[in-house]
């Protein structure tokens, strides 16, 4: 790698500067023959498809939506009362979008980030950060209990400053939290070697990681087991409601339900007044083929955590070990896509100019290991909401209950918010439903131009701060005021 010269007006912008100095060609190189499509979901466990629904039914509850919202509502429904007849419906395969895509982060912030739920919920976000280390318990104690092979690795997360502006927040959360100690750039490139990071605080109580697919792909195969019925290539076309009962009309067929969970997340909702409250988002994250022992030695991560940074465009990054023993590298994050319309579209999941600047990135961030290939390269939407964290409502009589947003916490917030769900579903009043979480909604995003035009503004807002040692503009500071953010 070439030195990396600064910037014009002196301020030391690192991934600015990494950009700059990472050739073409050697981009070029890592990007040769890449596969353009998730690398989780292309595991040889991967089931084979369930067939689609023909014709008509009826069922206890129906659930809409394959995902993890969906998998753990049904699960859940069927612990609670194994003789509840339960159905779910996917329009796809079980698990093929956000579910099969992400970096496989499982972690027990429902509100994304402390210092987000005290923004947002000042009186509840003790209790919603005990929630939400009640609900990363169960799901690592569901994944043992029935024995879900998921590459399940209780090794938290590593947050890193990359610019000497963000060592002094780490220290500060640091004080806030005992348990994730600050340590400096030595000891932090003790763990993981990178001539970038300048600091880092280790949760390590506060996540696990996955295989986000195989997590899906084991959910699935419990709620099987249990009796859930699951149709694949079903899609739930409309809602259609009696005095009695709620009706789904799919492609090929019609179910009749008592009760209806909506776990659609991206896509859109069957109840078309939520539509404005979330915008697709596209993610993207590369993942290396195979290091060698050399490669591993030089770059040390013995450990196995997740990686993150403390920018506004943050990368995440984590280890993984692939069926044949290969040990790779996820790196992700920094670009956040919106296209106009909140089109939700297949084309949108490759994006070469962000694969581009993520293999930049990271040549940068381990230069130890410039001229590895990625072997995948992929993109997928999420929920964003304008609070970045779930919200839900019911409809119907109480008879059909909905939840989305969850801006990138799914793995882990989906079972609170199957939880969530189920409770609104069985009409009774418990600590749950009266969460302020779950009554207050986050601000609808505008209708188009202005979503798109606002998308734009935050984003070169949160460029201007990185490049500005953290610190917020006015038009940004408006939108925290008023609770309205966009972030990557």
């Known amino acids: 790698m070439s030195s ?8 030391p912008v690192s991934f600015d500067r990494i950009e700059a100095a990472v ?23 991967r089931p084979a498809p369930l067939p689609a629904l023909e014709g008509s039914m009826s069922t206890d509850l129906l659930v809409v939506g394959g995902g993890y919202s969906g998998l753990w509502t049904a699960l859940l429904a069927k612990e609670a009362d194994p003789a509840r007849d339960v159905t779910l419906i ?43 280390a009640e609900n990363l318990a169960g799901i690592v104690e569901t994944i043992r209990k029935y024995n879900i092979d998921c590459d399940l690795a209780p ?59 195989k997590l899906a792909w084991g959910l699935r195969r419990v709620a099987l087991e249990l009796g859930v019925k699951i149709f694949e290539h079903t899609k739930g076309e409309e809602l259609v409601s009696t005095p009695d009962s709620i009706g789904v009309r799919t492609g090929a067929g019609h ?11 991206v896509f859109p909702s069957l109840l078309k007044r939520h539509r404005m409250h979330t915008i697709p988002v596209y993610d993207y994250a590369l993942m290396t083929e195979p290091l060698t022992e050399q490669q591993r030695a030089a770059i040390g991560w ?17 280890p993984t070990v692939d069926e044949n023993g290969g040990w790779r590298i996820l790196f992700g994050g920094y670009d956040a896509v919106y296209h106009y319309g909140r089109g939700v579209k297949h084309q949108y999941d490759t994006h070469h100019e962000t694969f581009r600047k993520l293999a930049a990135h990271f040549v940068g961030t381990f230069p130890q290991l410039e001229g590895i290939k990625f072997s995948h390269a992929w993109g997928g939407a ?22 989305a947003g969850y801006t990138g916490l799914g793995v882990g917030a989906t079972r609170f918010g ?27 995003f505008p209708p188009e131009p202005v979503a798109w035009m606002g998308v734009k503004l935050m984003t070169n807002g949160l460029v201007k701060a990185d490049r500005n040692e953290g610190k917020r503009g006015p038009f940004l500071k408006v939108m925290d005021s008023v609770g309205m953010g966009f972030d990557s």
Not at 94 to 114: D, K, M, Y
Not at 255 to 265: D, E, Q, S, W, Y
Request: hydrophobic share 35%.
């Open 90 to 132: 996917e329009s796809e395969t079980i698990g093929w979008a956000a579910s099969g895509r992400n970096g496989g982060f499982c972690e027990a912030s429902l509100v994304h980030g402390e210092s987000n739920g005290e923004k947002h919920l000042p009186k509840e976000n003790k209790r919603l950060t005990e929630l939400g």
């Open 418 to 444: 199957a939880r969530v769900m189920l409770d609104l579903l069985s009409g009774a009043k418990t600590e749950l439903t009266e969460l302020e979480m779950v009554r207050k909604k986050p601000l609808p």
């Open 23 to 45: 050739s073409g060609s050697t981009i070029d190189a890592s990007l040769s023959g890449t596969d353009y499509s998730p690398y989780w979901l292309q595991h040889p466990d």
């Open 255 to 265: 179910i009749t339900a008592a009760r209806v969970a909506l776990a659609t997340n």
């Open 155 to 213: 090794t938290g997360v590593l947050n890193v400053a990359t610019e000497k502006y963000q060592v002094s927040w780490l220290k500060e959360e640091a004080a806030a939290n005992p348990g994730a100690p600050f340590m400096d750039a030595d000891e932090v490139r003790s763990h993981i070697n990178s001539p970038i990071f300048e600091g880092g605080n280790w949760e390590k109580h506060t996540a696990v990681l996955v295989h986000p697919a």
């Open 302 to 318: 013995e450990e196995g955590m997740g990686l993150a940074d403390m920018n506004n465009r943050f990368h995440y990054s984590r």
């Open 4 to 11: 990396i010269p600064a910037t014009s007006n002196g301020i």
């Open 382 to 403: 999420i929920d964003t909401c304008s609070r970045f964290f779930a919200f839900f409502d019911t409809s119907h009589g109480g008879r059909v209950a909905y939840c």
